[in-house]
């Protein structure tokens, strides 16, 4: 039984709750428990998750009060538990969604971005402060900001370690949605629902196209996309998809 993440919800939409109070510190067990998270949410077949922090916090990053007198060999299994198990979350294949309340700093800022979607509160604040700590991101920071707001502006955050706060994480694409903090857990569950009446297969070729390009660069990228396309003409989505098209109507997609 998973003492600090733990899963959520009705096997169609589901919920990776962090809850380790008070900040939700990501600790080994944390990393590990949250790997397990997002092997679990794959394995029940969710068509979309959101991943949540709770009304009060996303989270405020790593432990450091553990890691202050850790040395290279000691902080290895710590970062690598948290980068692979944000390498599993990115992979999950539906929608992710990311329910930003209060602070999303340092880890939970990489967690955040793991995610497909983030709906901030108003008052939300993410950012990469490890370098104010003397040490840089270790668990995708340096290679995930980029991708979502650009290198500089990527490389200005990381330097600086400087805070976003939501406006302006919104107005450089680091979020997707401002909410008042009631409301954003519900509107990432309304919209998690929402995208889990969809495609789900063209979902998963989505994902796993912009992965490859991500990882692998575009060559790969567009052959994982070409690929996923051929293969989801294989799915009933498709089938009802484009009956649904030429009978003008809206799809009613089930997931196969």
């Known amino acids: 039984m998973a ?4 899963v959520e919800g009705d096997g169609t939409v589901a919920t990776i709750r962090i809850d380790r109070p008070p900040a ?3 600790s080994e067990q944390v990393g590990l428990e949250l790997w397990d998270a997002a092997r679990e949410v794959t394995d029940v077949g ?3 998750v959101v991943v949540w922090g709770g009304e009060r916090l996303f989270s405020a990053g790593a432990d450091i009060k553990a890691m202050a007198t850790m040395g290279p060999h000691e902080i290895a299994g710590s970062v690598g538990a948290l980068e692979g198990a944000l390498r599993h979350l990115e992979a999950v294949p539906c929608p992710v969604i990311a329910a930003i309340n209060g602070v999303a700093l340092g880890g939970g800022s990489e967690v955040a971005m793991a995610c497909d979607f983030r709906f901030a509160a108003e008052d939300a604040t993410l950012g990469q402060p490890e370098v104010k700590l003397g040490v840089m991101p270790g668990a995708g ?6 991708r979502l707001i650009g290198a500089q502006r990527a490389r200005e955050l990381i330097f600086s370690g400087r805070p976003v706060h939501a406006q302006e994480a919104l107005a450089i694409g680091l979020i997707d949605r401002i909410l008042p903090a009631s409301d954003v857990y ?3 569950l309304d919209e998690a629902r929402r995208l889990a009446a969809g495609p789900t297969a063209a979902y998963r070729g989505i994902k796993l196209a912009l992965l490859a390009w991500a990882q692998r660069g575009q060559g790969s990228g567009l052959d994982e996309e070409r690929d996923q396309f051929r293969e989801l003409f294989a799915t009933e989505d498709q089938k009802e998809g484009m009956r649904a098209f030429l009978e003008k109507r809206e799809p009613r997609f089930t997931g196969r």
């Open 186 to 188: 519900p509107a990432a």
């Open 3 to 6: 003492e600090f993440v733990r």
């Open 141 to 146: 920071g340096t290679q995930r900001l980029p």
């Open 46 to 48: 969710a068509r979309a």
């Open 24 to 26: 939700n510190a990501l």
